[in-house]
């Protein structure tokens, strides 16, 4: 602009250029929007896709020969691990039980005394301390 515009108009050349600006903001605006709507048209299709593919395996009687599939194999994997975890301690648990067994009969622990004498402080009379 002109000198002639800013003296004949004066702050038209603030305003000229806060205009401008708006107008690149409108306009990346816009580009972002259109941007936005072609991302989503973009996964509506590919999300169509994914549920037809799915509806078609539903559809599908399942298979009972060939490969398993790669979860079924790793689930299959898991529980046999489990099962072998558990029988180690079950087996831990007997060999345990037996040899506290065993350090219970070395002691004599087991002995018909010791039994006897189980319920002892139940029938406990307590002794006077004399002052």
Do not use: H
Request: a positive charge.
């Amino acid at each position: 602009m002109s000198w002639l515009t800013e003296l004949f108009c004066p702050g038209l050349v603030e305003e000229n250029a806060r205009l401008r600006a708006r107008a690149t903001y409108y306009a990346d605006r816009t580009e972002q929007a259109e941007n936005l709507a072609t991302a989503r048209g973009w996964n509506e299709k590919r999300q169509a896709a994914t549920i037809t593919a799915l509806r078609d395996q539903l559809a599908e009687p399942p298979r009972t020969d060939g490969p398993k599939p790669r979860k079924g194999t790793r689930l299959g994997r898991a529980l046999i691990a489990c099962a072998v975890y558990r029988q180690q301690i079950a087996a831990d648990a007997r060999l345990i039980r037996e040899q506290q067994r065993r350090l219970d009969d070395a002691l004599g622990l087991n002995s018909p005394d010791v039994l006897a004498g189980i319920n002892w402080q139940a029938t406990r009379e307590d002794k006077r301390v004399s002052p």
